[in-house]
């Protein structure tokens, strides 16, 4: 069975920085991409950054988190980390990570989800 969970959310002020983490199980790593998402309350979920877990790596990120954050995975333990700087409020939401086929982040169909981790950032 195909699992991912999220951990590492948690309370900073603006400025601050936190590391998220996606544990990924069930299937073989370099054949998917990653991905980050959030939602705000009242808003839509949006993507946040994508990593192509094969030995091509390439990576993504949304216009708003560019310079910012900063996505990586260590293949070794499955596991894909969401770097998290110079938050600001706006910030605030339920991060989820994604799994999907193929490990393209432009073409993949993000199919199994976590549950998410709350990320508060106080003004």
């Known amino acids: 069975e195909v699992q991912v969970v999220e951990s590492g959310g948690d309370l900073v002020q603006a400025g601050g920085s936190l590391r998220l983490s996606c544990a990924a199980s069930?299937?073989?790593?370099?054949?998917?991409?990653i991905g980050w998402f959030r939602q705000a309350p009242g808003k839509e979920r949006e993507g946040v950054s994508c990593?192509?877990?094969?030995?091509?790596?390439?990576?993504y990120y949304a216009d708003s988190v560019k310079g910012r954050f900063t996505i990586s995975s260590d293949n070794a333990k499955n596991t894909v980390y969401l770097q998290l700087n110079s938050l600001k409020p706006e910030d605030t939401a339920v991060y989820y990570c994604a799994a999907g086929a193929p490990p393209d982040c432009l073409r993949t169909d993000f199919s199994s989800w976590g549950q998410g981790t709350q990320v508060t950032v106080s003004s």
């Open positions: 069930g299937f073989t790593f370099d054949d998917y991409a």
């Open positions: 990593i192509s877990s094969s030995s091509d790596g390439s990576t």
